[in-house]
């Protein structure tokens, strides 16, 4: 079982800057598919971020603002958040998974961290 740990999270000021590191237990040679996903109170968890071999994939409220990168290296996969917007606040949770075509043959996710925007 592969353990993943989020850290980085708080509460910052509108316009402001946070980063999210992700650390796994295991080496991250064996996900092809990292990312960030945020579910705010009240909503469905969504996809912020992925990192699916070697291309990235951003939902189009983050485009511009949000950074993704993985360090196979470290075992960690970081999201860089720059020009913070109160309605980006939500729980972030780290993924890591293999998928083969589009089935995911195993699928890992962290306990999550709080980010919270004030405006």
């Known amino acids: 079982q592969v353990q993943l740990v989020e850290s980085g999270g708080g509460l910052v000021q509108a316009g402001g800057s946070l980063r999210l590191s992700c650390a796994a237990s295991d080496t991250t040679l064996r996900f092809n598919a990292m990312g960030w996903y945020r579910q705010a109170p009240g909503k469905q968890r969504e996809l912020v971020a992925t990192?699916?071999?070697?291309?990235?994939n951003y939902a189009d409220s983050v485009k511009g603002r949000f950074t993704i990168s993985r360090d196979n290296a470290k075992n960690t996969v970081s999201l860089q958040m720059n020009s913070l917007k109160p309605e980006d606040t939500a729980v972030y949770y780290c993924?890591?998974?293999?998928?083969?075509?589009?089935?995911?043959?195993?699928?890992?996710w962290g306990q999550g961290t709080q980010v919270t925007v004030s405006s």
């Open positions: 993924n890591a998974r293999f998928i083969v075509g589009t089935t995911p043959l195993y699928d890992y």
């Open positions: 990192i699916i071999n070697r291309g990235t």
